[in-house]
T-cell receptor, first 114, second 116 residues
Framework: QKEVEQDPGPLSVPEGAIVSLNCTYSNSAFQYFMWYRQYSRKGPELLMYTYSSGNKEDGRFTAQVDKSSKYISLFIRDSQPSDSATYLCAMSGSHNTNAGKSTFGDGTTLTVKP | GAVVSQHPSRVICKSGTSVKIECRSLDFQATTMFWYRQFPKQSLMLMATSNEGSKATYEQGVEKDKFLINHASLTLSTLTVTSAHPEDSSFYIC????????????FGPGTRLTVL
């Protein structure tokens, strides 16, 4: 079983829809939770990161972490065609654990149709 | 801030030749750099972790003699694919961490390698 599970999709929604992307994990040592966006043939771009449980909002994006359920989510409001990409969740423990490595989900491919 | 560059962005080479890919952190010092490989529509696969001035740590199954990593400074790491073969064709992406509490990684734009 993988440490981080992420539904690969693909997920297709109409423009303007609210999108929910999710990951589950098994390692209770994870404390930092990141979301990356990767466009085709590009490197991943950091969207947001949160520490421990709670919500964080940045524009149309909201990240939620529920450590008790080992479940994290990324919500995209008013989705746009430009949001079409693969979204990767990533997690890490406290600084310098696991040689600084993050554990990545496999990514969810999102298409927002005009 | 936190910009990472990679060069070249695309390279085509003949089988048996060696290819060097550079990864630079442009506006921060990277305590750790990572090299990934990604096949089309697949996940990132971590190849190795490198720290400035020390030997890289390779993931299981990655040939260290084939994928040579040098982390000469806090802003530069290089990956050399030696004696490349068509099966080495892939998208190679580096990332850099500045050692913040979350060990957040910032990714380069990637290098597409095609071996003929």
């Amino acid at each position: 079983q993988k440490e981080v599970e992420q539904d690969p999709g693909p997920l297709s929604v109409p423009e303007g829809a609210i999108v929910s992307l999710n990951c589950t994990y098994s390692n209770s040592a994870f404390q930092y939770f990141m979301w990356y966006r990767q466009y085709s043939r590009k490197g991943p771009e950091l969207l947001m990161y949160t520490y421990s449980s709670g919500n964080k909002e940045d524009g149309r994006f909201t990240a939620q972490v529920d450590k008790s359920s080992k479940y994290i989510s990324l919500f995209i409001r008013d989705s746009q065609p430009s949001d079409s990409a693969t979204y990767l969740c990533a997690m890490s423990g406290s600084h310098n654990t696991n040689a600084g490595k993050s554990t990545f989900g496999d990514g969810t491919t999102l298409t927002v149709k005009p | 801030g936190a910009v990472v560059s990679q060069h070249p962005s695309r390279v085509i080479c003949k089988s048996g030749t060696s290819v060097k890919i550079e990864c630079r952190s442009l506006d921060f010092q990277a305590t750790t750099m990572f090299w990934y490989r990604q096949f089309p529509k697949q996940s990132l696969m971590l190849m190795a972790t490198s720290n400035e001035g020390s030997k890289a740590t390779y993931e299981q199954g990655v040939e260290k003699d084939k994928f040579l990593i040098n982390h000469a400074s806090l802003t530069l790491s290089t990956l050399t694919v030696t004696s490349a073969h068509p099966e080495d064709s892939s998208f190679y992406i580096c990332s850099a961490s500045r050692g913040d509490e979350a060990d957040t990684q910032y990714f380069g734009p990637g290098t597409r390698l095609t071996v003929l």
